[in-house]
């Protein structure tokens, strides 16, 4: 792979969409400004070339949908480079590679998962990247030097709604709360922000949501399936011949299967996607009905 390190233009370098990382804190953006402006940059960033691809130029499109051109695009040091922004330099040392789409991921996803204060939203999307590339839970586990069960969980943040999202990166939600939720359907989510969350905390406020809480919340919202209308029908194609529903046994939102998500409550027999439960019910309703008809027809 070709490299070389020389001096570039700060306007000829734009930032990668393809950067996992995208969660960027202000005023650690501001204290690493200033730490360059009074060390100078120790580490040069690396860029790449667009020639791997077969173009000249990278094409970015501003928030006014101007198209702009840039000979470089940075591939690691993203926030070095938005110090040197923030610092006003015209030109900045650069690690310069000719590297395709995939090596310049992959490179990216790497700076990213090594890093120490890496946002869990952010290292969630790392991991599922790397999974929808191929790559197994197993595998991403001895490359990074981490759990199956921590990959398994930090993937799993993705599912967390948007606004859920946003107040774990704030420090609003705890970690291990934070996977809790995620664990769960939207509808258990999202009326967790609205009655629990939402206009509960400001911005830099320090406050956390105690996980003994969500957890609390969470268990409230399941359903106990010994207490469902249908447990005394027997086996379920008896009823649910059609396969309108899923089967519970076996179900990743039953805490009582093997291989749960849940895996702190293994054995309760609760499920945990509540719209999923609802329709089984109307779905079960429906057959008892149809089978009084029967018997008085």
């Not at 650690?28 to 200033?34: F, G, M, N």
């Not at 580490?43 to 840039?70: C, W, Y």
């Not at 702190?264 to 609802?278: R, Y």
Request: hydrophobic share 35%; charged share 35%; aromatic share 10%.
């Amino acid at each position: 792979m070709k490299m070389e390190i020389m001096k570039l233009r700060v306007a000829d370098i734009c930032e990668s969409a393809m950067n996992p990382r995208k969660t960027f804190d202000k005023d650690a953006i501001s204290e690493l400004a200033q730490n360059i402006a009074e060390q100078g940059l120790l580490q040069p960033i690396t860029v790449r070339t667009p020639h791997a691809e077969g173009f000249d130029t990278f094409e970015k499109l501003d928030k006014d949908g101007t198209a702009h051109e840039f000979k470089y695009e940075v591939v690691c040091g993203a926030r070095r480079f938005r110090a040197v922004v923030k610092l006003g330099w015209e030109e900045v040392p650069a690690i310069v590679r000719d590297m395709s789409d995939a090596e310049a991921f992959d490179a990216m996803i790497t700076e990213n998962l090594q890093r120490k204060d890496v946002d869990p939203i952010d290292e969630a999307v790392a991991f599922s990247e790397l999974m929808r590339k191929g790559q197994s839970v197993k595998e991403l586990a001895a490359r990074f030097g981490k759990s199956e069960r921590y990959i398994q969980d930090r993937t799993k943040l993705c599912g967390l709604i948007k606004e859920l999202q946003k107040e774990l990166t704030k420090g609003h939600i705890p970690l291990i709360g934070a996977i809790y939720l995620a664990k769960c359907d939207e509808d258990i989510q999202r009326s967790f922000y609205e009655y629990e969350i939402d206009g509960c905390f400001d911005d830099d406020d320090t406050d956390c949501y105690p996980y003994s809480d969500i957890k609390e919340f969470v268990t409230r919202s399941f359903r106990l399936l010994a207490n469902a209308e249908w447990t005394n029908e027997g086996e379920e194609e008896s009823w649910n011949d059609k396969k309108e529903v899923p089967k519970c046994k076996g179900c990743e939102f039953n805490t009582a299967s093997y291989g749960c998500l849940f895996y702190e409550m293994k054995g309760n027999g609760e499920c945990t996607k509540e719209s999923c439960f609802k329709k089984k019910e109307l779905v079960f309703r429906k057959w008892k009905l149809m089978q009084m008809y029967d018997k008085m027809f």
